[in-house]
């Protein structure tokens, strides 16, 4: 199994920025992708952000431009950068891995890690 630890969450003005980090452990060998998703109340889970061990990314069309998502490989930690962030950015940011790109968002998860941008 994998496990993934979040961190670097918290409350921030609009127009400010925060990172996120992810460290994964475990069965890290069937790990190529890692990702952010979020998620709040009464929604589903989004993406936000995916990228492959290689360095090819996918994001959602609300950040981009906005959020920028790296991986440490050696460290086995993906990192999300949210510059510019806006009040519709506040949720539960959650870690994700899988074996590709392609089904990124099927599991594991991390704990999640609340994110909330006042006006």
């Known amino acids: 199994q994998v496990q993934l630890v979040e961190s670097g969450g918290g409350l921030v003005q609009a127009g400010g920025s925060l990172r996120l980090s992810c460290a994964a452990s475990g069965m890290i060998f069937s790990i190529n992708a890692m990702g952010w998703y979020r998620q709040v109340p009464g929604k589903q889970r989004e993406l936000v952000a995916g990228i492959s061990r290689g360095g090819s990314t996918n994001y959602a069309d609300s950040v981009k431009g906005r959020f920028t998502i790296s991986r440490d490989n050696a460290k086995n930690t993906v990192y999300l950068q949210m510059n510019s962030l806006k009040p519709e950015d506040t949720a539960v940011y959650f870690c994700?891995?899988?074996?590709?790109?392609?089904?990124?968002?099927?599991?594991?998860w991390g704990q999640g890690t609340q994110v909330t941008v006042s006006s």
């Open positions: 994700t891995a899988a074996p590709y790109l392609g089904i990124l968002g099927t599991g594991p």
